[in-house]
């Protein structure tokens, strides 16, 4: 019997190693990964760059309290600046945490100012920001706060309903919270138009912009953060999943203007930002963060959509679309996906489900070629089994 409660459907699969984008199971069976931990493992796994840096970093220095300087935190914190529109960084351990200070920086900044009423935040119905209190009642999902009672404080309008979009926001809204690629919701891309329209209205409304990078972010769309092109800079990025690599990290980056209300006191973590954390962090973004790495990322993504339109229109009573940027990939199913996953999974090819019948891939991001040719024979046989 088990002793760890009953909240997850767990897959009778376990793993006793993983080696870049493979896994190894207990029972000795070779699995190609296709979800990397939802988004994390974004070198894959064992990378010797980021076994090297736990290996040294262990041996040095694990957790301090942020009562002192931290240095391998404010280096991470200066790449992450450098790279983005962000002034000000808060490290966290997670991507609900990371989400849940967004929403305290935006509330906060509004106190700062004085105007005490605007506490409210905006969302899409049926988004998904994590799984804390606040953050199930951000995502505005039924099943998710079902029996959770109540927190207040947010409002919701559908993907792609502008008009109900204006009609939301009130005096009392703080900001606007997106993401900016649903990922849980079924890979839904937010165009640029209308990121940059977003961001008009805001600036309109005197509201605050958050764009929650949790999942799309960290080079996994092909550019590090997921609304580069769109030029827009937001004020407040919640981030998490990839920077670790597989080490729980999570971050706020935000701009100048909000981060001035964040003084002494106003938030804090015991983890966050410890320096093996930070070590790793730093690692990853070294990697990831590079034009060279990123346009590999691009490359790869080409000829996974390539691959993956080409199967559409070999089997379109199947495949409805294939959707998605860079490595966050959703092939969008006529059915209910769970028996195609679980096909998959059978040939040794590890996907994930997200919500309009979306198999959703997210393989490493530097996943080789040939690993993308053996995903895509795998989910040709499927397809061919079921039709
Ligand atoms: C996964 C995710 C979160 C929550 O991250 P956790 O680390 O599971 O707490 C928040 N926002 C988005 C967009 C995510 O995909």
């Not at 106003?266 to 730093?282: D, I, K, R, W």
């Amino acid at each position: 019997m088990s002793n760890l409660a009953k909240n997850y459907n767990r897959k009778k699969i376990s793993f006793s190693y993983g080696k870049g984008s493979y896994l190894f199971s207990t029972d000795r069976k070779k699995y190609l990964d296709m979800m990397s931990g939802i988004a994390v493992n974004s070198l894959g796994h064992a990378h010797p760059k980021l076994v090297k840096t736990i290996r040294d970093q262990s041996k040095k220095l694990w957790h301090v309290s942020n009562a002192f300087q931290i240095p391998e935190g404010e280096k991470l914190a200066k790449k992450l600046c450098q790279k983005t529109f962000a002034d000000y960084v808060i490290f966290q351990n997670s991507g609900a945490e990371a989400t849940e200070a967004a929403i305290k920086v935006a509330r906060r900044y509004f106190y700062s100012i004085g105007k005490l009423n605007k506490t409210r935040i905006l969302c899409i119905k049926n988004s998904f920001h994590g799984r804390t209190l606040a953050t199930i009642f951000a995502s505005g999902s039924k099943k998710m706060t079902q029996g959770f009672g109540h927190v207040g404080g947010f409002d919701h309008f559908d993907f792609g309903n502008h008009k109900s979009l204006k009609k939301k926001i009130t005096k009392n809204t703080a900001a606007i919270m997106v993401e900016t690629i649903m990922g849980e919701g079924g890979i839904k891309v937010i165009p640029d138009w209308c990121l940059k329209e977003l961001r008009k209205l805001c600036d309109k409304k005197k509201i605050l912009l958050i764009l929650d990078e949790v999942q799309c972010g960290i080079s996994r769309s092909g550019d590090f953060f997921a609304f580069e092109k769109s030029k827009v800079k937001p004020d407040i990025v919640p981030i998490a999943k990839g920077i670790g690599g597989g080490f729980p990290i999570g971050a706020v980056l935000m701009n100048k203007k909000v981060a001035k209300s964040m003084t002494p006191g106003t938030h804090g973590s015991t983890f966050g930002g410890n320096p093996l954390a930070m070590a790793v962090g730093n690692t990853v973004m070294d990697i990831v963060s590079t034009k060279k790495f990123l346009n590999n990322v691009k490359k790869s993504s080409k000829y996974f959509f390539l691959k993956l339109n080409k199967l559409k229109k070999k089997y379109p009573s199947i495949i409805k679309e294939i959707r998605g940027k860079g490595l966050l990939i959703g092939i969008q199913l006529h059915t209910d996906q769970t028996k195609f996953i679980k096909k998959l999974i059978d040939k040794q090819l590890l996907t994930i489900r997200a919500a309009e019948n979306v198999v959703r891939i997210l393989p490493p991001l530097n996943v080789k070629k040939n690993e993308i040719d053996l995903a895509i024979k795998i989910i040709d046989k499927v397809c061919s089994e079921i039709k």
